[in-house]
């Protein structure tokens, strides 16, 4: 989720830490050449870019600081509520920053796209046609009760994760077997041969405690796919000290952490303790970071970003705004239609509806000029369709030429354009010619269905207040069409449990994605996903040629490949006219209360906050008065 002006939880809060530690909406994914398994050559990381930046021996990453300082507190916050501690289901509101007390097989770097190292594994390999990967687990790995992290606890993890919840179900569907093939050793096999990431997307695997998830808790059986209060075991750099639900949560640093001086930890996990407060919306969040009761905070808003930070502790330096780049690329955001529903079956209603989005007007008088139009689901990255597709495209997309729109081939997708009402009036005539072309007239001022005599009314459905401003206007334009539309503004909770089981008709749809994309594609656009409750195709999308180009894009056997492939899909996606694209920035805007070192500079792929950062008692002084 880039701005909120954005706010749609397309991945369950689970996954939201991870995204904060290192703002991105998405998850790198990466891999290696390696020979065959008959000549195991271990590997200390994987990258999909080429070479890894860091050799073997590397004592740590360039971009910590190996002297930092350890203690304080980070305090943080998050939205809504929370009634569980389990984030590996959909079931209940998991709290958000739960993953920090678990370790993956392999850790991320923060200034390469797409490289990772050994973490719970110090070494990985893999045979030169993809068809499995092998770990080796690091001697020494332990959970919080000292029990050893063996082989058994990650096929444990895989089996449990893919039962639990449609993410990890999809994530990694192309794994057929597991096996243990040594002491500290565990082989996963694949149902394909030539998908280069799936050796990497495997280290990403959360690795959980069997012997604590198989064993009786205080409340009866635990299990993986229930929600629950209980704290659960973890191996990670954190442990949970307290909670109080739905209000708060305190994570403390685990003294005795077995990984911290491993070479991808130091001069991280600095801080004694993160505390993260809970608030209803994001204008008490707000109020609460300007009061003291929090000290970091990812401003989503435009408005608030321009207006809502003249304060004291602003104008004196006890507060920082900075804005810092985002080199991630911006996903997409936008009005996302719900295409199970027949009034939205057809492109062009869809598309009618992006002639009556005004965003040059949005962007003038709701933004403050601060955004830019998105013409791409992978914006602001090389993997961005522009122009006419090349002759590296058009090899990928001439077998399905008769599934796709022809506009793929002809024509560079672009947003309609409002420099004036002149062209506001133009575009909405055009709109009006393209739903009486789908069989949706006017009579009395109200839209319907020839065939069926049905109306069109639409709800947005929404999670935050601050976007009834950006609706109101795009719903006045509509209703220039004789769409009858209303807002629907509903608290976390129940967004989330209409979201998961498709209950809605536009809802502001957000997809972050990485460099290298791949498998998360499924999820995403893929046909099996859009029956999938909880899944993250809520458009419904069900395309031969969609789920064609996701394989390519999965399967593709080198940057240039997987390049192409990405475009092609980019393309398909956008003249299908799915969603209603809206806007993204290049940055990151940052307000703290300046109580926190850092290192100088930042790594080039993320902000790095808490996991790089750590307290200045010298700073906190001052903030302070003392």
Do not use: C
């Not at 420099?419 to 949706?440: C, I, V």
Request: charged share 25%.
């Amino acid at each position: 989720m880039r701005e909120l002006d954005s706010h749609v939880f397309l991945k369950p809060e689970k996954f939201a830490w991870s995204r904060v530690l290192l703002v991105i909406s998405f998850v790198f994914l990466v891999a290696f050449v390696a020979p065959s398994r008959a000549e195991t050559h271990w590997r200390h990381g994987l990258s999909l870019f080429g070479d890894l930046k860091y050799p073997a021996d590397f004592e740590y990453f360039d971009y910590v600081n190996p002297d930092a300082p350890k203690g304080g507190r980070a305090r943080l916050s998050s939205l809504g509520s929370f009634d569980s501690l389990n984030p590996f289901t959909f079931k209940g509101q998991p709290a958000g920053s739960v993953q920090l007390i678990y370790d993956s097989l392999l850790s991320s770097s923060l200034d390469e796209p797409s490289a990772e190292y050994g973490l719970l594994a110090d070494a990985v390999s893999y045979p030169d046609d993809y068809s499995s990967v092998t770990y080796r687990l690091r001697e020494g790995a332990r959970w919080h009760d000292g029990v050893p992290i063996t082989p058994e606890d990650v096929e444990f993890s895989l089996e449990e994760l893919r039962k639990s919840h449609p993410f990890y179900a999809a994530y990694y569907q192309n794994v057929s077997s597991v096996e243990i093939t040594g002491e500290r050793e565990i082989t996963f096999n694949f149902d394909v041969t030539g998908n280069r990431e799936l050796p990497q997307i495997i280290g990403q695997l959360p690795i959980l405690p069997k012997h604590w998830w198989t064993a009786e808790g205080p409340d009866g059986p635990r299990s993986i796919s229930e929600s629950t209060l209980e704290i659960p075991l973890g191996s990670g750099p954190y442990r949970i000290r307290e909670i109080d639900t739905g209000r708060s949560l305190v994570l403390e640093r685990v003294e005795d952490y077995w990984g911290a001086d491993l070479p991808v930890n130091v001069g991280q996990n600095n801080f004694d303790e993160i505390r993260v407060e809970y608030f209803r919306d994001t204008t008490i969040a707000l109020e609460g970071f300007k009061a003291g009761q929090y000290d970091w905070r990812l401003e989503n808003s435009s408005k608030d970003w321009a207006t809502a930070y003249e304060f004291p502790a602003v104008a004196d330096g006890r507060v920082i705004r900075e804005e810092i780049p985002n080199r991630n690329g911006s996903g997409m955001q936008s009005f996302a239609f719900n295409i199970r529903r027949g009034k939205f079956e057809d492109s062009l209603v869809r598309q009618a509806f992006n002639l009556a989005f005004d965003f040059e007007w949005s962007n003038r008088n709701l933004f403050y000029s601060q955004y830019q139009r998105s013409n791409s689901f992978f914006s602001n990255s090389d993997l961005a369709a522009t122009g006419l597709p090349s002759p590296e495209e058009l090899a990928i997309l001439e077998p399905i030429r008769g599934l796709v729109p022809e506009e793929v081939f002809t024509s560079e997708y672009a947003n309609p354009v409002n420099e004036t009402s002149r062209d506001l009036r133009t575009n909405l005539r055009e709109a009006t010619r393209l739903l009486r072309e789908a069989g949706w007239v006017i009579q009395d001022g109200v839209l319907i269905s020839e065939d069926s005599g049905e109306e069109m009314i639409v709800e947005f459905l929404l999670v935050s207040p601050l976007f009834e401003r950006i609706v109101l206007p795009y719903i006045a334009n509509l209703d220039r069409l004789g769409v009858q539309s209303t807002i629907r503004t509903v608290d976390p909770s129940q967004y989330r449990n209409r979201l998961d089981k498709f209950e809605f008709d536009i809802v502001v749809g957000s997809w972050g994605q990485s460099l290298s994309p791949g498998n998360e594609q499924r999820e995403f656009w893929g046909s099996e996903a859009a029956s999938t409750e909880g899944g993250r195709n809520i458009v419904g999308i069900e395309n031969e040629a969609v789920d064609f180009l996701i394989d390519k894009i999965i399967l593709a056997a080198d940057r240039e490949q997987l390049i192409a492939a990405t475009r092609a899909l980019d393309r398909v996606l956008l003249w299908n006219h799915y969603v209603v694209p809206q806007w993204n920035t290049a940055v990151n805007r940052t307000a703290r209360w300046d109580r926190f070192g850092r290192p100088d500079p930042l790594p080039e792929f993320s902000v790095g906050f808490p996991t790089i950062w750590w307290w200045d008692e010298s700073r906190s002084e001052k903030v302070d008065g003392n």
